[in-house]
């Protein structure tokens, strides 16, 4: 058993069920990502830990002890919401102390508290400014700073960088991520960015229409996903439909509508079998170009390419009926037009039973 515990949680709207029978625990201080679309229910299960929204069914337990019928207020969970919901009336001292003042803190305990969590996410030196003259990520940190100087037993962020640009999310990655390790919280981070949750997490969960697809480690999850619709939101871009013409072993090779034979050596693919109606898929970054024909590559023709500074996408025709896509970081290659040829390693292809 983990120190945050959800079993079978669930949560209906009249026939509506936004969240089904979710089960999953966090060990302490693990970051774990709640990862999916809008209206998968992700939010929901975050509100229900926090004692915003009562569960149908289900418990959430703390280091053992079961808190649904807890108020919001007195189960000490910690909350960052994507719009930061700062008092723009109060400076960044008043802000981050709001909590304290109400639980009637010794002032000399607050001011001590408020310093040293300023400090911390490295707003030190601002106590005295206003909401609205600091910048987005100075904002952010202030709505962190007050999640955080109740020194709660959760941490739950809510899409914390949604409002951020992308230089700022970066740099706001980094700091959540040395925070949350300093400070050894346990959190879950609520987001649909599928970089940002294998940045940050220790575990993602992939989430749609209220249900759990698949539990794992960053890594594992982003080589391995376990259907289509993971694969899709990990950001395997290809998926091209075939039949399974060979099986040995874990090595699979489908056979396209075109006759083109695709091999795959994933580690997942013991449930296929010859005969199976099957979908091909593999990341633009892992198809490899080459000059010319060689053998195993495929050949097709050049529709568009499109230099998007640290990549360089190519939209290729003439094959697997709609295409395919390669993204190359450093691509040199035919243009619009012109004829293409290319590699799908079998170590990066992954084969799913349709």
Same mark, same amino acid.
């Given at each position: 058993?983990?120190?945050?515990?959800?079993?079978?949680?669930?949560?209906?709207?009249?026939?509506?069920?936004?969240?089904?029978?979710?089960n999953f625990d966090?060990?302490?201080?693990?970051?774990?990502?709640?990862?999916?679309?809008?209206?998968?229910?992700?939010?929901?299960?975050?509100?229900?830990?926090?004692?915003?929204?009562?569960?149908?069914?289900?418990?959430?337990?703390?280091?053992?002890?079961?808190?649904?019928?807890?108020?919001?207020?007195?189960? +000490?969970?910690?909350?960052?919401?994507? +719009?930061?919901?700062?008092?723009?009336?109060?400076?960044?001292?008043?802000?981050?102390?709001?909590?304290?003042?109400?639980?009637?803190?010794?002032?000399?305990?607050?001011?001590?508290?408020?310093?040293?969590?300023?400090?911390?996410?490295?707003?030190?030196?601002?106590?005295?400014?206003?909401?609205?003259?600091?910048?987005?990520?100075?904002?952010?940190?202030?709505?962190?700073?007050?999640?955080?100087?109740?020194?709660? +037993?959760?941490?739950?962020?809510?899409?914390?960088?949604?409002?951020?640009?992308?230089?700022?999310?970066?740099?706001?990655?980094?700091?959540?991520?040395?925070i949350q390790r300093?400070?050894?919280?346990?959190?879950?981070?609520?987001?649909? @960015?599928?970089?940002?949750?294998?940045?940050?997490?220790?575990?993602?969960?992939?989430?749609?229409?209220?249900?759990?697809?698949?539990?794992?480690?960053?890594?594992?999850?982003?080589?391995?996903?376990?259907?289509?619709?993971?694969?899709?939101?990990?950001?395997?871009?290809?998926?091209?439909?075939?039949?399974?013409?060979?099986?040995?072993?874990?090595?699979?090779?489908?056979?396209?509508?075109?006759?083109?034979?695709?091999?795959?050596? @994933?580690?997942?693919? @013991?449930?296929?079998?010859?005969?199976?109606?099957?979908?091909?898929?593999?990341?633009?970054?892992?198809?490899?170009?080459?000059?010319?024909?060689?053998?195993?590559?495929?050949?097709?023709?050049?529709?568009?390419?499109?230099?998007?500074?640290?990549?360089?996408?190519?939209?290729?025709?003439?094959?697997?009926? +709609?295409?395919?896509?390669?993204?190359?970081?450093?691509?040199?290659?035919?243009?619009?037009?012109e004829e293409i040829?290319?590699?799908?390693?079998?170590?990066?292809?992954?084969?799913?039973?349709?």
């Open positions: 058993m983990g120190y945050l515990t959800i079993k079978n949680l669930t949560k209906k709207y009249g026939d509506f069920t936004a969240v089904h029978g979710i966090l060990e302490k201080g693990e970051m774990v990502a709640l990862l999916g679309g809008s209206g998968c229910g992700k939010t929901t299960i975050l509100r229900m830990i926090a004692g915003f929204i009562t569960p149908n069914e289900g418990t959430i337990e703390i280091d053992g002890n079961v808190i649904n019928s807890i108020p919001a207020y007195k189960r +000490n969970v910690g909350i960052f919401f994507q +719009n930061y919901a700062l008092f723009p009336h109060m400076s960044v001292f008043d802000n981050v102390a709001f909590s304290l003042k109400l639980k009637k803190m010794p002032k000399d305990e607050i001011k001590k508290k408020v310093e040293d969590i300023l400090e911390l996410v490295k707003l030190k030196g601002l106590s005295e400014r206003y909401p609205r003259e600091l910048s987005g990520g100075q904002q952010q940190r202030v709505a962190l700073a007050r999640a955080l100087v109740m020194e709660p +037993n959760i941490l739950l962020l809510d899409e914390p960088l949604s409002n951020l640009d992308a230089k700022l999310r970066v740099e706001m990655q980094v700091e959540i991520k040395r300093h400070l050894g919280i346990t959190t879950i981070i609520v987001t649909h @960015d599928h970089e940002e949750a294998v940045s940050l997490a220790d575990r993602i969960i992939i989430m749609n229409a209220g249900h759990i697809l698949q539990t794992g480690t960053p890594k594992y999850v982003f080589n391995h996903p376990a259907n289509t619709f993971v694969a899709d939101f990990m950001g395997f871009a290809n998926f091209i439909d075939g039949k399974v013409t060979a099986v040995d072993g874990n090595r699979v090779t489908l056979t396209t509508s075109d006759g083109i034979n695709v091999t795959s050596s @994933d580690e997942e693919n @013991d449930e296929l079998s010859v005969g199976d109606e099957a979908v091909f898929t593999i990341r633009p970054e892992n198809i490899v170009v080459h000059e010319s024909m060689e053998p195993g590559c495929v050949k097709g023709r050049v529709v568009t390419t499109t230099y998007k500074g640290n990549q360089t996408r190519v939209d290729v025709g003439n094959v697997f009926d +709609n295409g395919i896509h390669i993204s190359s970081y450093d691509y040199g290659g035919p243009g619009a037009g040829y290319f590699s799908l390693p079998e170590s990066k292809v992954i084969i799913y039973k349709k």
